[in-house]
Structure formats: structure tokens, C-alpha cells
């Protein structure tokens, strides 16, 4: 769970904004909110405490400076991971994160509701925008269901990329970072290992 942890602090260390906002209903006036789903409550409560263990954990580290959390980049992160993880992987990202109880779907469902209801930039005025870009080594594929419930849910790219050619690798991601945030965001990551894993970045 230890490694689940530090990929959910790369990638909310990379995100460039976080502002939470609720989703407006369909005929409420500008700057009202809609309640969220039980469900989707509750994982709001389970991301906002793990985000503040995160942070403390973190903070302990006198190495790290300007630490941003946004509990609902690293709750999308995690469900990512259960969304696209084996049997373990996936049960160990639903641990962290407080989700056991709840059914597979119930998670990816709330969590996108979640997402939707911070991209809602009417809701109270707030413009919220999270790209997230799962990159995968170029001799390997996507599964179909996979890319589907990823979008479908979190709003996620998919790309591969040569993590071999780490200069090319680097290039790739920090261009999207930055055509993502409008330029506020144009650089990342300084460094890519070379692996024959995925890399989930957010920004």
C-alpha cells in the first residue's frame, strides 16, 4: 500500500489547480450547488481524510516545500489504479482509500461524480480543470473496456510513449502538461524511469 500512497503523492504534486465545488442542479439559478449522492458523499469524506494524512506524512519531510493536496486528484488516481489494476492491486487501492464496503462500480461512479461536479465551472463561479494522461510503454495496449470506463469515469487520455528514450519521454509529458494548463503548468517532472509499467500523471 506504501507504493500506492507515494503514486497518489506524484500525481497530486503535479497537479496544477484544485478548488472543490459541487454540481449544480439543472434549473437552479448560477452559483447554487446539488447535493452530491450518498455515495459520492461519502468518498468526498474518505478522499478529504486521506489527503490530510497524506499531507501530514509528507510535510514531515523537510525536503519537500509548496505541498498542494487535492483530495479528489488523488481519489480519481487511486480509482484509476482499482479501475485498471489486477485482483490485489485493485483491492489495495480501494483499501487506501477507504472503499472496501463499497462495490467496484459504486466507486468509479461516485468518484466521477466527483470530478463532473468540480468541472462544473457555474456552479460557483470557479473554473476547475484536471487533465489526466495515463502512458503506457509503446509495446503495449490498452484494453477496450478499459479506455472506455477510464473516460467514461475519470476523463482520462491515454498515450503511449518509448520510456526508453527518456529525453523524448520527458518532452512528451511536459508538452502536455503545459498545453493542459494553458502554460501555467510546463514542467512536471524533470526525470522518467525507465519502466515497463504505466505512469498516470495529472496536471
Given at each position: 500500500m506504501r507504493s500506492l500512497l507515494l503514486l497518489s503523492a506524484f500525481c497530486l504534486l503535479e497537479a496544477a489547480l484544485a478548488a472543490e465545488v459541487k454540481k449544480p442542479a439543472a434549473a437552479a439559478a448560477p452559483g447554487t450547488a446539488e447535493k452530491l449522492s450518498p455515495k459520492a458523499a461519502t468518498l468526498a469524506e474518505r478522499s478529504a481524510g486521506l489527503a490530510f494524512s497524506l499531507y501530514q506524512a509528507m510535510a514531515k519531510d523537510q525536503a519537500v516545500e509548496n505541498i498542494l493536496v487535492s483530495p479528489v486528484v488523488v481519489a480519481s488516481s487511486l480509482g484509476l489504479v482499482s479501475l485498471g489494476g489486477k485482483a490485489t492491486t485493485a483491492s489495495q487501492a480501494k483499501a487506501v482509500l477507504s472503499a472496501e464496503q463499497l462495490r467496484d462500480e459504486?466507486?468509479?461512479?461516485?468518484?466521477?461524480?466527483?470530478?463532473?461536479?468540480?468541472?462544473?465551472?457555474?456552479?460557483?463561479?470557479?473554473?476547475?480543470?484536471?487533465?489526466?494522461?495515463?502512458?503506457?510503454?509503446?509495446?503495449?495496449?490498452?484494453?477496450?473496456d478499459f479506455v472506455r470506463s477510464s473516460k467514461q469515469h475519470y476523463n482520462c487520455e491515454h498515450s503511449k510513449i518509448n520510456f526508453r528514450d527518456k529525453r523524448s519521454a520527458l518532452q512528451s509529458i511536459n508538452e502536455w502538461a503545459a498545453q493542459t494548463t494553458d502554460g501555467k503548468l510546463p514542467e512536471v517532472t524533470k526525470d522518467v524511469e525507465r519502466t515497463d509499467g504505466a505512469l498516470l500523471v495529472n496536471a
Open positions: 459504486e466507486v468509479h461512479a461516485g468518484l466521477g461524480e466527483l470530478l463532473r461536479s468540480l468541472s462544473n465551472s457555474t456552479a460557483r463561479n470557479v473554473t476547475w480543470k484536471l487533465g489526466s494522461r495515463l502512458y503506457g510503454p509503446s509495446s503495449v495496449s490498452f484494453a477496450d
